[in-house]
């Protein structure tokens, strides 16, 4: 029987960790098995790390996106397949990547037909920038690339989900679902939470019908994606966390997020997405995360525990200079453990700008 193949786009920041994290939920509770593939440019994941600790079964193809490493996405779920025996495959991919139904979609249900069975295509919209970049302002420190990629991934979408619907004015809301209907007629639009769950009935709902989805091929210049995702310095980065004495962990991921924040506005970086996890021995954990320069530094999971160890992974995409990047996520780091009286000593770094995509197959028309 072939699994259900449910991917779920969106820019940096979007939500779809935490969206993932509830269709997740939504579907265990129906009783059905569930793995999860994260993707991303770098190791140390925060996104992988996530759903490991809320017990999800999760397999990781780093290094580039599911596009340009199209049978490594395909191996992973392999794995999941040959341990779990999942109903239902969830797949988060780089949130700086489109063209995904040409060089991923179309491949799976073509080349794999009796394998997978392709869920429609939702993709997040997310406002903090969003807002911005379809009324053509200033893309919030972004360049025309960057919201170039922003606009393709909604082009290429099934259904378009306006993400944290909780925090809009019902103006808001009611301007949005307008805006993006005037850009992309046509195209289904469901009001979403996934902090809340306010939508994901329908979510869920949409993403079960068959048919005739995954069919919009772009007509996409890869010189000006290269270039916007070129933009966004990468850095990832694990450290251990060591005090004399119990420390508040929440209260200290809160105050590196909200430091790191105010020196990505220093140096004139917007903000793609700030994302922390700390975690203790014992599997206690919490997630942090900024997602613009406009939006105050929060923890969507309190871990409400005082550890003397734990382990930090920081995940930043941010438009400034990788090198730049790295070295101020140590600084702001080091110096704000060393004011809760914690030490950090950091593992792992890895800072980048991501490469020219190269995908593996891509379509020109749709077959299936």
Not at 103 to 129: I, R, W
Not at 188 to 204: C, M, N, Q, Y
């Amino acid at each position: 029987m072939a699994v259900r193949f449910v991917m779920i786009g969106g820019f940096l920041g979007a939500g779809k960790t935490t969206t993932l994290g509830r269709l997740a939920k939504m579907y265990a509770a129906q009783g059905k098995r569930v793995g999860v593939v994260t993707n991303d440019q770098a190791h140390d994941l925060v996104d992988t790390n996530t759903f490991r600790n809320q017990g999800l079964a999760v397999e990781e193809v780093p290094g580039a996106c599911f596009c340009c490493r199209f049978d490594d996405l395909v191996s992973r779920v392999g794995s999941l397949q040959a341990a779990e025996r999942p109903d239902v495959i969830l797949a988060e991919p780089v949130g700086s990547c489109t063209d995904l139904v040409a060089t991923v979609v179309q491949p799976l249900k073509d080349l794999y037909a009796g394998q997978f069975e392709v869920a429609p295509y939702a993709v997040l919209f997310k406002p903090s920038h969003g807002t911005r970049i379809l009324k053509n302002q200033q893309a919030g420190g972004f360049s025309p690339k960057a919201a170039y990629i922003f606009k393709k991934q909604l082009e290429e979408a099934d259904a378009i989900l306006i993400n944290r619907a909780d925090e809009l004015a019902p103006q808001q809301q009611t301007e949005l679902v307008r805006l993006v209907g005037e850009q992309f007629p046509g195209t289904p639009v469901l009001k979403v939470s996934a902090a809340t769950g306010e939508g994901f009935d329908a979510l869920t709902e949409l993403l079960s019908q068959t048919g005739g989805f995954g069919r919009k091929i772009l007509d996409i210049d890869y010189d000006t994606y290269a270039d916007g995702e070129a933009e966004l310095g990468w850095l990832n980065a694990t450290a251990r966390l060591t005090a004399a004495a119990p420390f508040d962990l929440d209260a200290l991921l809160t105050a590196i997020l909200a430091e790191l924040a105010s020196v990505c506005r220093d140096l004139g970086g917007e903000v793609a997405h700030l994302k922390l996890i700390g975690m203790d021995d014992a599997g206690a954990f919490a997630v942090g995360n900024v997602v613009s320069n406009d939006t105050a530094a929060k923890l969507s999971l309190p871990s409400n525990i005082t550890p003397r160890e734990a382990d930090l992974i920081v995940n930043a995409r941010v438009a400034i200079d990788p090198a730049v990047l790295e070295a101020e996520v140590q600084k702001v780091v080091t110096a704000a453990c060393a004011r809760a009286g914690v030490g950090a000593e950091f593992r792992t770094s890895q800072s980048l700008r991501p490469g020219r995509p190269v995908p593996t197959h891509r379509y020109a028309k749709a077959k299936n």
